[in-house]
């Protein structure tokens, strides 16, 4: 039997009583929670880690860096973190500036927001709410490379799983700092934009001219805190003291929140979450473009004049999709494809660990590029009225898409070769994986963006690993040619025609994938017949 | 426009592109003021320069054909939305103040409640954020004048949509204000609770509040003091209920919804 809230009527004022309220609605969800249900999952998800964090232990077998790169290391690295940690800030303050991070229920709009009650007050918990969850999940995700990382650099193991621990718990505080900036303060689009864009600027100047000056450097001084001393350890705490700033100073202005921003999040976001406690990827994404206001650009950026092979229909109506893209969806892709090449180097200097996340990462743009590919899925009415199976269909989808992700991973390629000082390898084991990593992207971005989230209702298990499946897949073919360049011994020859063997491994990927959309498709027009 | 001594200034009618005015009766003391409002979203206009000015003890039906403005207009009004052009207040403030909110009410057309709240929770709530007293009283007035009893206890996603919409005419008047806004408030209700509503309106008024009421219903238009009529995004009427004008400017189908 519940509680009453009841309780609240009693409090002496109305920011009591919204408390009141808050403390006897957690109360309640505290008592409805089935304990042992969450305690498995926790069971589940602490068995995985740890079988994840001894495997990769076991096989990584890592040595102890040269000299030489723990010193290119010292230099770069703050600058080149840095970079990321701008370009982090930028989404943030964009996000802000469209009146995130905060979602909030639409009752809680329509009643607390609308009563006379100090909106500060109303909002700082989900704002403080959302910053524990995102610092506990950096903190513990910096903790787990920091304690790959300290095998192959000078400095203990607690120094390295602190400092990365601290980096990981940081980076979210100053993210979330900028977009509550943003939003409370209620900055123009075109502002946050320029604020961030100068800010990656900045960082961009440091790593060009080897100085420690943006604050967004300062936390790359703090994430490779065990290779500096002195001065730099001084600044590594100015930058998460600024960014602590950046939170308070966000934290004190959220009262100023756009109420028509707030609504509509509250409105996409309820519908996102729930997608996404189903694995309805694709739905999540139509939400995210709405969420950030995406649209297609009413004239596309070239007029497409194809005439023989080139003018088939759906090779002509994909890149049809491509040049309406907005300026902030390639950019987006491209810089994807950057951070992608970026952690490939940071596998090779820092630890392979961070293999596993340029897959994931380059999933993320291939479900833009199969966005006409997606529609045919979501309409299929209109698909069945078309001369041609489904499967055909889907499959001629595929090639505009795997051309276009070749572009981005080539991208990565060369990002890599010039982070790396080594372009002969990553140039090479880029043109050999290029055209086989972007067919597996791009078939596990269809598989999961034509993934029906209620195919197995009945079976939770089944749906889970449908949902998963690609992603796991991505992570793969990212991880497996980057593990074995770094794993293959001898000149960067030697390394290039290792990887070939992980040709092997993408193209059984890719065929599987092909092979899922085309029982899922020959299976949906049956069911329609 | 503002309130001038025994009755405000009201614009009727459409055709030469300036509103018709008409004298209609006014309790003074201007509670809510619109100067050339206006909300545009990418160069369509959803409200384009409307200037209206409502006074305390008034009641005002708000009309207009589907998608002409009228819940814009509210949502302008009661700080939801952001003007792109103009302004408007509250009992002298800008919307989203701590003194607009506390005189503004506003019931919208679609209910919304916390998931996990039952509707006194959601009654007791809302009372005690606007620092009701003797709220135990008033709740239950209301749960027994709207037919609630029984459902005291139910969550939002229990109630049909006829319950849902008298929960949240509950919450809009469980709490004190000057300013009571309603979009669409019978829709989904029966005619006995048409009756009630209508009965507590008359009481709100009474009691000197302005009230708001953007409809499509004649009953509703009929019973008004003053009818502001909206269409294309613009102000096409401001006066009396008047059949005759009414019928000039909209066709009788977009009246009766």
């Known amino acids: 039997m519940d509680q009453p809230v009841g309780t609240v009527l009693a409090a002496a004022d109305p ?262 406690s189903v694995q309805d990827l694709r739905t999540v994404i139509l939400l995210r473009r709405q969420l950030a206001s995406e649209l297609p650009r009413r004239r596309p950026w070239l007029r497409l004049r194809l005439r023989g092979p080139a003018a088939n229909p759906i090779w002509r109506r994909d890149w049809q999709s491509y040049l309406r893209w907005p300026l902030v969806r390639i950019v987006r892709v491209v810089l994807i494809a950057v951070a992608a090449g970026g952690l490939a180097v940071g596998g090779f200097d820092l630890t392979p660990v961070l293999f596993a996340l340029p897959g994931p990462l380059l999933f993320v743009a291939a479900l833009d590029l199969i966005e006409p590919l997606a529609q045919e899925s979501d309409h299929p009415t209109r698909r069945l009225l078309l001369p041609q199976t489904a499967a055909v269909l889907i499959r001629r989808h595929l090639w505009a898409p795997i051309a276009t992700m070749a572009v981005v991973v080539a991208i990565s390629a060369v990002t890599a070769a010039i982070a790396s000082g080594n372009p002969g390898l990553a140039l090479g084991v880029g043109a050999v994986v290029v055209l086989p990593l972007a067919a597996v992207l791009v078939c596990a971005a269809a598989v999961s963006a034509t993934n029906d989230p209620y195919e197995f209702a009945l079976n939770p298990q089944l749906s889970q690993v449908a949902g998963l499946g690609p992603i796991v897949a991505t992570m793969i073919a990212g991880f497996v040619p980057l593990f074995f360049a770094w794993k293959i011994e ?8 290792g990887v070939l063997g992980a040709d092997f491994v993408l193209l059984i990927l890719a065929i599987a994938g092909v092979g899922v959309l085309n029982l899922r498709f020959d299976k949906r027009e049956k069911e329609a017949m | 426009m503002s309130g001038n001594g025994g009755g405000a200034i009201a614009a009727t009618g459409v055709g030469d592109g300036e509103p018709r005015r008409r004298p209609v009766a006014g309790s003074g003391g201007t509670v809510l003021s619109a100067q050339g409002l206006g909300r545009s979203y990418d160069g369509y206009i959803a409200l384009g320069s409307f200037t209206v000015a409502v006074e305390a003890g008034e009641f005002v039906a708000l009309i207009g054909p589907n998608g002409a403005g009228k819940t814009t207009f509210l949502n302008l009004v009661a700080g939801l939305l952001d003007p792109t052009a103009g302004r408007v207040e509250v009992a002298g403030e800008v919307p989203g103040s701590l003194a607009a909110r506390t005189a503004l009410s506003f019931l919208p057309d679609t ?96 009691a000197g509040a302005a009230v708001v009421v953007s409809t499509h219903r004649p009953d509703v238009i009929a019973a008004a003091d003053r009818c502001v009529a909206i269409r294309d995004g613009r102000l096409a009427y401001d006066g009396a209920p008047d059949a005759s004008v009414l019928t000039e400017i909209f066709d009788r189908s977009e009246l009766e919804g």
């Open chain 2, 111 to 206: 209910p919304v409640f916390y998931e996990d709240l039952s509707v006194v929770e959601h009654l007791e709530y809302v009372a005690a954020l606007h620092g009701v007293e003797d709220a135990s009283a008033r709740i239950d007035e209301l749960i027994r004048r709207l037919g609630l009893d029984g459902w005291e206890d139910a969550l939002g996603a229990e109630l049909s949509k006829g319950m849902r919409q008298k929960v949240s005419i509950a919450l809009a008047l469980v709490r004190p204000f000057r300013v009571l806004l309603a979009d669409e408030p019978l829709d989904g209700l029966d005619p006995p609770s048409r009756e009630v509503l209508f009965a507590m309106l008359a009481e709100t008024k009474a």
């Open chain 1, 15 to 276: 920011v009591a009583a919204m408390k009141a309220m808050r403390r006897a609605r957690r109360r309640r969800y505290v008592q409805r929670a089935d304990v042992m249900e969450v305690l498995y999952r926790v069971y589940l998800g602490g068995l995985a880690a740890i079988f994840i964090l001894a495997f990769l232990a076991g096989a990584l077998r890592e040595v102890p860096a040269d000299p030489g790169s723990v010193e290119s290391i010292r230099a770069h690295a703050p600058a080149v973190i840095g970079l990321a940690v701008g370009l982090l800030v930028l989404a943030g303050l964009r996000a802000g500036a469209r009146g995130g991070p905060l979602a909030i229920e639409a009752a809680e709009v329509r009643y607390t927001l609308l009563a006379p009650v100090s909106r500060r007050a109303a909002l700082r918990p989900a704002a403080l709410a959302q910053l524990r969850i995102a610092v506990f999940a950096g903190a513990i995700f910096g903790a787990v490379v920091g304690n790959f990382v300290f095998r192959r650099f000078p400095g203990t193991a607690v120094e390295w799983i602190g400092s990365l621990a601290a980096f990981g718990a940081v980076v979210p505080i100053a993210v979330l700092g900028a977009a509550l900036v943003a939003c409370g303060r209620r900055l123009h689009i075109g502002v946050a934009s320029a604020i961030g864009v100068l800010l990656v600027a900045w960082s961009a100047l440091d790593l060009a001219l080897g100085w420690t000056s943006a604050p967004t450097t300062m936390l790359g001084d703090l994430a490779t805190l065990p290779l500096h001393h002195g001065l730099d350890a001084a600044l590594a705490a100015a930058g998460a003291a600024l960014a602590l700033v950046a939170l308070g100073v966000g934290l004190l202005g959220i009262g100023g929140l756009r109420l028509e921003a707030a609504r509509r999040r509250a409105e996409l976001v309820a519908e996102m979450r729930f997608s996404a």
């Open chain 1, 490 to 497: 001898g000149a960067n020859g030697a390394r290039v025609s």
